[in-house]
Structures are given as C-alpha cells and as structure tokens.
C-alpha cells in the first residue's frame, strides 16, 4: 500500500514492493531528468499540484499546467475504472538551467481506487508539449535467475553506470541533469521501478585521489580546516598543510597533480576559507583591486559562478548566460588567464549588473567576455 503522500513522489521508491520484480523479464530504462518531485492530481473536474511530495502554489508549475486542463481531465476520465478514482501524474519539475524555461517531466500515472488500492503504469502517451524533450535516454537489461535483492541491485549498478556516462555534465544552477532512472518492466502488468541516482561511481572516483599519494595530505588539511573554521582564523597549521600540500603535487606527474589541486579546491569550494596566490584567506564577497582573473574569483570570494555573454559581428548583444565555477576555472593550467577589470559607471557598458568584466574575445565568427560579482540568477523551485 502507498502511504499518504508518497503517491506524487518518485523518491521514496514504494514501487520497489515485491510483486514489481520479474525474474527472467526485460528491463527498459528511462533517465528521469533532474529537479524536485512534482505531481499532478485529477480528482473529478478539480487539480492539485504538488512539489517535493506536498501541496504547492508554485506559480511557474501552475502556469505550466494551465493551459492543460482540460486535456488532464479528459485523460483521467479514460484511465479511472471508477468516477471517484484520483489520478496522480508523479515526475520531475526540471528547472536546472538558468537560462532555460522549467518544464513538468511525466514519468509515472497512479490511479488510486476508493479502497486505497493504487496501480501503476508508465506515462507512456503524449499530453504536453514538451514531452518529447525526454526521449532518446534509455538503456535496456535483461535479469535472469536472481532473487528480489539481487535485482534490485543489478538494476541500482546500471543507473549508477548509465548516469556516470550520461549525468555527470555540470549546470549554470549546479544541481544534476538526471535524478535517476525509471525501469520499466516488459511485462505491462508490473509497475515500474524507479532508482535515485547517488553519485557513487562519481564519488569512488573522487576518492581515489584521496587514497593514493596524497591520502596523508588530505588528511593533515581537513584537520587543519576543522581547526581554522573552530578558531575562526587562518593558522600556521592550515598554511604549513596548504604549502605542504602545493610543494608536494608541484613535483608529481601532471595529470596527478591537477587531480589533487582540482579535489583540494573542490574541497575548499565548500568552506569559508579560498587560496589567494597560494595562501589561505577567508573568502571575500568580492576583489579587492581594480583587475583581477576568473580563477582568483573562483578560488578566493565567495561567488558561485559567472555570466557569459555573446555578441554577433554586429555588434548585437545574445542573451548573457549564467555558469557555475568548475574545476577548470579553480586549477591553474597551461591556458591564458582570463583577466577581469572592475567596471567604471562613466564606461557606459551593459554588463548586467556585475562588478567586472573581461575584454571581448572572438571564436568562430562571434565575440565573447567574461563578467562576474553581480547578481545571480533564481530557479523556479
């Protein structure tokens, strides 16, 4: 039995009840794309709209819907085997992009009968606009001879398989591409299987450059961090682990070292504490000087991105585009720095907003430049 609620979540993995696994069937799976839990519930001419499991007045999701309302209504009346069945549409609000419109991801239709009892289906027919922005993701398994552990376990190994090759793409907001994949079985009479995506192939890559060579410098500078953060000052213990740290990856192979310095500033990414030319500082909200570079900004303030913005030959200005800080923009390498100049207000410039801004650049016929410390951009949710 569904419990109360768990009806317009995918998460919470209630689909996993005994009856859904089938030895020797095949198994199709769909990425589900990334966001909260949104559903849609018809009951009668009337519809509630949920996100993260719980009643909403989300405006974004309710202007979504709107213009499907009677569409919703007319689809539910064809699935109910009774006029006082609810009909719950589970999926994803996907807004993960800034500078892209947010969408209702369908993936799963409950029909809940008056005694409680709920059977489930793939969505598998085209109701709104956008659900073809979904299509072309899948992967498909076949399960022999295992028990229901082990299923559920084979099926678990594929979406973290299937995701590390697919999902592992950064987004202007930072939040995944892909929450997880939906198993359909062969069999129509089964209900689907949904698995959350964790991160842990992504996360054993990670860690392999924590306990290799490095393992003992990794150590020495969360200890050093803890410390810094209880004091609330820059040690000598958190400098000596952070020169430790540079004077030991300076003389290993490249390709290592910009693995260690990727994951140290990864690390440091999440603390109050960057590294300005090498020395460990409380992070500003912004540069101190009239110049300054992209990786400064990333490594030593408290900013989370930047703004990228186009032009064509013409001088016409594209849409500015908003971008989370990598790990590209925080590791110094071979490529030329990207230098910023605070902006002066008798400039004149449109630099929406932001405090620096790099000089344009060309590349394949269009110009470029670079503008951080200026406002960030909302999600939907």
């Not at 768990?6 to 993995?13: I, R």
């Not at 009677?70 to 699935?79: E, G, M, T």
């Amino acid at each position: 039995m569904f419990g109360q609620n768990e009806l317009y979540s995918l998460n919470v993995n209630r689909m996993l009840a005994d009856e859904v696994a089938l030895q020797g069937t095949e198994y199709r799976g769909q990425i589900v794309l990334g966001g909260p839990d949104a559903a849609i519930e018809i009951s009668g001419l009337n519809i509630s709209l949920f996100m993260h499991g719980a009643p909403t007045e989300n405006q974004a999701f309710k202007s979504f819907v709107d213009g499907y309302r009677k569409a919703l209504v007319k689809l539910a009346k064809k699935l109910r085997d009774s006029p006082d069945d609810v009909v719950v549409i589970a999926g994803k609000w996907h807004h993960v992009e800034f500078h892209c419109e947010p969408l209702f991801a369908p993936y799963v239709i409950h029909i809940r009968a008056v005694d409680g009892s709920v059977r489930s289906q793939p969505y598998d027919i085209e109701l709104f606009d956008t659900d073809d922005l979904n299509e072309g993701r899948d992967t498909t398994i076949e399960i022999d001879d295992l028990d229901q552990s082990e299923i559920l376990e084979w099926l678990r190994c594929a979406t973290e398989s299937t995701l590390w090759r697919f999902g592992s793409s950064p987004t202007s907001s930072g939040h995944p591409s892909f929450s997880g994949m939906l198993w359909r079985p062969e069999d129509k009479t089964r209900s689907p299987v949904y698995i959350h995506f964790t991160g842990e192939y992504a996360a054993f890559e990670r860690q392999q450059v924590e306990i290799g060579q490095f393992a003992s410098l990794f150590s020495e500078l969360r200890l050093q961090m803890r410390t810094a953060a209880e004091q609330n000052a820059i040690t000598d213990g958190l400098r000596l682990a952070i020169e430790e740290f540079l004077a030991v990856t300076a003389h290993s192979a490249e390709e290592a070292r910009k693995e260690a310095m990727g994951r140290m500033l990864e690390i440091l990414s999440r603390s109050p504490i960057g590294l300005r030319n090498g020395h460990p500082i409380f992070r500003n909200e912004m540069p101190t000087g009239g110049m300054t570079t992209l990786d400064e900004i990333a490594n030593s303030t408290t900013a989370s991105g930047y703004w990228m913005q186009m032009r064509d030959p013409k001088g016409d200005f594209d849409e500015g585009t908003y971008h989370q800080f990598e790990d590209r923009h925080r590791v110094k390498t071979g490529a030329k720095a990207i230098v910023l100049r605070r902006v002066v207000e008798a400039d004149g410039e449109d630099v929406m907003g932001c405090q620096y801004v790099s000089d344009w650049e060309e590349h394949g016929g269009y110009e470029f430049r670079r503008l951080a410390i200026g406002p960030v951009p909302t999600l939907s949710w």
